[in-house]
T-cell receptor, first 115, second 119 residues
């Protein structure tokens, strides 16, 4: 069985603050993929990143960065210098061959960035 | 290029009625997925299609739910005798292929969803 836990239900910050969204996953598969999606108020999920289990390098894309740690089964997402447009629900997801590659999603973290 | 579209965007229905939700995937995408998102919850996988074949229907919540797909295009999700617990946003996604032969081809593109409210 596979599981994704996003313990933070809602985070509220003021613009320009840094914020980290936590994601912890469980799987018995040794090959798996981790994802982050953004769901703005319009409702359409937007793909942000995919990382496979063999690549533990951290990644930075503009103000976004991801920290993948297999030792703690975590794939955390940090937004630096947050902006109001970052307000959205963020989902972490896991997909494995054992799960037929169908992503298992966490419950999401609602990020509210105040001006 | 058009993305994934879904219709209607909102649907309000009375308990016991049947509803049909439609998804138009990105042209050329062979894989299509249906998810349900209840208020404050994550995405719950319902069913996927590879072409017009649905290899695994075990994610459908009950026999009131069914889905079909015409060729590699439009898919419809039908809910019969709707119940209040069916109220949710139903999201559709498509990808170039199914599986992770090439992760770049497997990336799912989501539609805006259909918000279903059962009174």
């Amino acid at each position: 069985a596979q599981k994704v836990t996003q313990a933070q239900t809602e985070i509220s910050v003021v613009e320009k603050e840094d914020v980290t969204l936590d994601c912890v996953y469980e799987t018995r598969d040794t090959t798996y993929y981790l994802f982050w999606y953004k769901q703005p108020p319009s409702g359409e999920l937007v793909f942000l990143i995919r990382r496979n289990s063999f690549d533990e390098q951290n990644e930075i894309s503009g103000r976004y960065s991801w920290n993948f740690q297999k030792s703690t089964s975590s794939f955390n997402f940090t937004i630096t210098a947050s902006q109001v447009v970052d307000s959205a629900v963020y989902f972490c997801a896991l997909s494995t061959i054992g799960g037929s590659y169908i992503p298992t999603f966490g419950r999401g973290t609602s990020l509210i960035v105040h001006p | 290029g058009a993305g994934v579209s879904q219709s209607p965007s909102n649907k309000v229905t009375e308990k016991g009625k049947d509803v049909e939700l439609r998804c138009d995937p990105i042209s050329g995408h062979t894989a299509l997925y249906w998810y349900r998102q209840r208020l404050g919850q994550g995405l719950e996988f319902l069913i996927y299609f590879q072409g017009n074949s649905a290899p695994d229907k075990s994610g459908l919540p009950s026999d009131r739910f069914s889905a079909e797909r015409t060729g590699e295009s439009v898919s419809t999700l039908t809910i019969q005798r709707t119940q209040q617990e069916d109220s949710a946003v139903y999201l559709c996604a498509s990808s170039l292929v199914w599986g992770l032969a090439d992760p770049l081809e497997n990336e799912q593109f989501f539609g805006p969803g259909t918000r279903l409210t059962v009174l």
